[in-house]
């Protein structure tokens, strides 16, 4: 089983758990339970959304201020340019930011969004067809 589960600590649930609702995620009931809520991206990728509480509870470091210091960032890849711009907008509505602007590489486009609580995406179009063109013509 090769599965990845990213543990984010949240201030609001029950808004985070929209916010990801609206950016595509599905709630997973299996592992969503008072303290945290499953938001399913694919069957491999699983968000575990984290009460600030429950997740220090599990961990000695100092928790960082997410809105205001990175730590690390997570990239999402999408099977359209339309899909990426949908995903951004819906984030948007629901909350989230855009923090830098679009990254155009002509074979890759990549659109960045915090949540609500800070956390940063990356939601990536890679066109693999022009991607080795590109990457022939060097």
């Given at each position: ?49 984290q009460s600030k509480e429950f997740f220090s ?7 960082v201020d997410s809105k205001n210091n990175i ?28 923090s830098t602007p679009m990254i155009d590489e ?33």
């Open positions: 089983m090769k599965k990845i589960f990213i543990n984010l600590p949240v201030e609001d649930l029950d808004k985070s758990m929209r916010f990801y609702a609206q950016m595509g995620f599905n709630n997973y009931a299996l592992f969503t339970g008072e303290n945290q809520k499953c938001m399913l991206w694919s069957e491999h990728i699983y968000v575990m959304l509870a599990h961990n000695k470091k100092q928790l730590a690390s960032s997570f990239t999402l890849p999408v099977e359209s340019l339309d899909m990426l711009h949908e995903i951004i907008k819906n984030g948007i509505e629901a909350g989230g930011t855009e002509v074979f890759m486009q990549v659109r960045t969004i915090e949540d609500l609580d800070g956390h940063t995406w990356g939601i990536i179009y890679l066109d693999e067809n022009k991607f080795m063109e590109f990457k022939a013509s060097r």
